[in-house]
């Protein structure tokens, strides 16, 4: 489990130094050419490297064993520091929407030459080769906050496509199109944020994650098994934790029940690649064995 914490780490200090480089180059040309819809997605790129910083603060929290006052373990911090993410990302939204509406007010005649559509397409080359790098490590790792990261950037390559329609629209003579770019990228940040904070509401809500008769039908084609229920599943991406009651025949020695609940733990994990713990209670199986799915169709 370190080792895997260290590997998201390692992704995400790549990262922040990839995303700092692409927000200065958008800031300092962005300013300098009057461009608000350039600045505005500087300052998303920004934001993408104080959520890195964020991310690892999480990871390294996160990464801690389990203790006495924590006997569960501290991934849920890696789901607050994707919240977090997603509250900065909102902030930013905000800002970048009161400053298209001030430009709607105080018009201007922002300067573009080929250099600020040269900065742009860099700038979407990087954001698309990190996007894709760490979304990749973050499945591989099942980690959430590399999850939430990506898509945080995968939200610059849409601002940028945006801004250059903002930039072609300026050079043939429609100012106006910069500060309404302004507003779509607004609204792009919101968007990223809502989702965000979707996914780490499931994890910190203790929300279930995986349905019950698809539990039941899979631990059914055990031998042993003969029925299932109370079966209750919570946690986040690479964390998720089952509980359930399993029915096995009164007359079993105890050796022979505990062998089948630790085939039925093995089967889980090895079908769920998110399961991390199974706790299975036993119980006296008395009356008719349920079926599977698979029982019913063989």
């Known amino acids: 489990m370190l080792q895997k914490f260290k590997k998201v780490q390692r992704v995400l200090i790549y990262v922040l130094i990839l995303n700092l480089t692409v927000?200065?180059?958008?800031?300092?040309?962005?300013?300098?050419t009057g461009t608000l819809s350039m600045v505005a997605d500087g300052y998303h790129s920004l934001f993408d490297g104080v959520s890195n910083i964020i991310g690892l603060a999480g990871s390294f929290i996160g990464a801690r064993p389990p203790d006495e006052g924590h006997p569960y373990g501290h991934r849920k911090y890696e789901t607050v520091a994707s919240i977090f993410i997603a509250l900065l990302l909102i902030f930013v939204g905000i800002e970048i929407f009161r400053d298209a509406l001030n430009r709607f007010l105080i018009q201007s005649n922002p300067q573009v030459t080929a250099i600020s559509f040269l900065v742009i397409l860099g700038t979407m080359g990087i954001n698309y080769l990190v996007t894709r790098y760490e979304h990749k490590q973050g499945e591989l790792l099942r980690s959430q906050v590399l999850i939430a990261d990506s898509m945080h950037t995968k939200s610059d390559i849409y601002v940028s496509l945006s801004v250059l329609v903002s930039l072609a629209a300026i050079k043939l003579g429609f100012p106006l199109m910069d500060p309404l770019?302004?507003?779509?990228?607004?609204?792009?940040?919101?968007?990223?944020?809502?989702?965000?904070?979707k996914e780490g509401s499931m994890a910190l809500m203790d929300m279930s994650r995986i349905e019950e008769k698809e539990i039941c039908d899979l631990v059914l084609s055990i031998e042993g098994v003969k029925g299932c229920h109370k079966i209750r599943t919570r946690g986040s991406m690479g964390d998720i934790r089952v509980d359930m009651h399993l029915l096995v025949q009164p007359d079993l020695k105890l050796e022979d029940a505990h062998l089948i609940a630790h085939r039925v733990s093995k089967k889980l994990k090895g079908e769920y690649?998110?399961?991390?713990?199974?706790?299975?209670h036993l119980e006296p199986f008395i009356g008719q064995p349920q079926e599977s799915n698979t029982k019913k169709t063989s």
Do not use: E, M
Request: a positive charge; aromatic letters at 14%.
């Open 23 to 32: 927000a200065f180059a958008k800031i300092i040309y962005g300013n300098l």
């Open 181 to 197: 770019t302004a507003v779509v990228i607004a609204f792009l940040i919101f968007r990223a944020g809502y989702r965000i904070i």
């Open 273 to 280: 690649k998110d399961v991390s713990d199974v706790v299975v």
